[in-house]
C-alpha cells in the first residue's frame, strides 16, 4: 500500500524521468501506474497473474504475479518509505518462489539487494 501511496503522490509531480529512449512526465507515469493497478485489482483481491508459465527457446519461463500487500491493522510503517517497501517486500519471501523488486531508485536498489533481495532496474520488455 505504501507504493500506491507513493504514486498518488507523484500525480502532482512537474517531473519527468526518461523511458524507452523519450521524457515522460512523472505525473502521466503515476496515474497510468494507479489504473493498471486498479484494473487487476478489483473487488478485493490481493493478487494477479500477470503471465501465464510459457515456454521460449526451450526455456521455462516461470509465471509472472503481483500481490498487492495489505497489512494488518497492528503494522506499525517504517517512516522512511523506501525501507517499508523493502521491509514488506522482505515478508513476502517465505511464501514465494522468487520474488523481485523493480525500481528505477538505485539507491533503493542498493538496500534492497544488501537486504538480500533480487532488487533490478525495469526494462521495456519486462
Request: aromatic share 6%; net charge negative; charged share 30%.
Amino acid at each position: 500500500m505504501v507504493v500506491v501511496g507513493e504514486l498518488d503522490n507523484l500525480k502532482a509531480s512537474n517531473q519527468r524521468m526518461d523511458v524507452g529512449g523519450e521524457r515522460v512526465e512523472t505525473r502521466t507515469l503515476s496515474r497510468a501506474a494507479l489504473r493498471w493497478l486498479d484494473e487487476r485489482f478489483p473487488d478485493g483481491r490481493q493478487n494477479a497473474q500477470l503471465y501465464p508459465p510459457r515456454r521460449t527457446d526451450n526455456m521455462q519461463i516461470a509465471e509472472l504475479q503481483v500481490i498487492l500487500m495489505i497489512d494488518d491493522i497492528s503494522h506499525v510503517k517504517l517512516a522512511d518509505t523506501d525501507a517499508e517497501i523493502i521491509d514488506r517486500a522482505s515478508a513476502l519471501k517465505p511464501y514465494v518462489g522468487r520474488l523481485g523488486l523493480a525500481t528505477y531508485d538505485n539507491a533503493m536498489i542498493f538496500r534492497a539487494r544488501s537486504a538480500g533481495l533480487n532488487a533490478f532496474k525495469p526494462t521495456e520488455d519486462g
